[in-house]
């Protein structure tokens, strides 16, 4: 068995995976930079626990993390966990993925690990989209190289700032909204993050293939993903599990 972790800013995503390459279970837990590593050795044993599957049975470990101060914890947390060193996506870790931007290791690991399943289960060429802590646009040619992308603040950023920024706007919370139109502020706020999100992604999707001369996959993952594509005028896939599956295919890469 392999076990997962997809670390952002907000969030860390665990994923359990069986012999047969099978999602076990996926959870998610709050990314806490002040934790040790047996803090989070006791988290991953709880949630293990709570699924009902045995951690002396997982043989391997891989984690991408965006939050550097984390990582040292992190590699001691699944050593001790496993019984061996994790394999963290960075530099030197086979992929596949033929990155063309200019500092390659600048781009987001989670992006590199989502690039790498995309690319395996979708046509190219690709356009995909991860809203998280940012929202971020990636472009996968049907060379499968990556070209680069672009970067938004993310949904629950915007909102925080839309009302700490003002004097008479409520805190509100990310949720589907009632009407297109408002009719109280609580309303009108939600109504326009979420129909002003939609249209953002249509209107860089239609920039990018129009630019590109070439119609993409669409493909979105991440937590805010879910309630935002179905108010898209493209047809956008919602993929859970997909830098998951792409932090499985990367270990096998570089252990077989």
Do not use: W
């Not at 289960?121 to 996968?140: E, L």
């Not at 060379?143 to 009302?163: D, H, M, Q, T, V």
């Not at 502020?185 to 999707?205: F, K, N, P």
Request: charged share 20%; with cysteine; proline share 5%.
């Amino acid at each position: 068995m392999l076990l997962a972790l997809d670390v952002g800013n907000m969030t860390t995503s665990v994923g359990l995976f069986d012999e047969m390459g099978e999602l076990c279970f996926l959870s998610t837990l709050d990314t806490d930079k002040r934790k040790t590593a047996d803090q989070i050795a006791v988290d991953l044993m709880n949630l293990s626990q709570l699924y009902h599957y045995d951690l002396s049975e997982v043989e391997g470990s891989i984690f991408c993390s965006v939050v550097p101060s984390m990582d040292f914890h992190l590699q001691k947390a699944l050593s001790r966990l496993v019984g061996r060193p994790p394999l963290q996506v960075g530099p030197g870790v086979k992929t596949g993925l033929n990155i063309r931007t200019e500092i390659h290791t600048q781009l987001g690991v989670d992006l590199v690990s989502g690039s790498v399943a995309a690319i395996e289960k979708f046509p190219p060429p690709i356009i995909m989209i991860v809203m998280g802590t940012a929202t971020a646009f990636c472009y996968i040619t049907e060379k499968k190289s990556f070209e680069g992308g672009l970067l938004f603040p993310g949904i629950n950023i915007s909102l925080e700032a839309l009302s700490g920024r003002t004097a008479q706007l409520p805190d509100v919370s990310f949720a589907k909204p009632v009407s297109l139109i408002g009719k109280n502020t609580r309303d009108c706020m939600q109504s326009g993050i979420v129909y002003g999100t939609a249209s953002m992604l249509d209107g860089v999707i239609d920039r990018i293939q129009a630019l590109t001369e070439k119609k993409a996959s669409l493909v979105a993952t991440g937590p805010n993903a879910p309630v935002i594509v179905r108010y898209c005028n493209n047809h956008i896939i919602y993929d859970k599990n997909l830098v998951m599956d792409g932090l499985y295919q990367i270990y096998r890469k570089n252990t077989i």
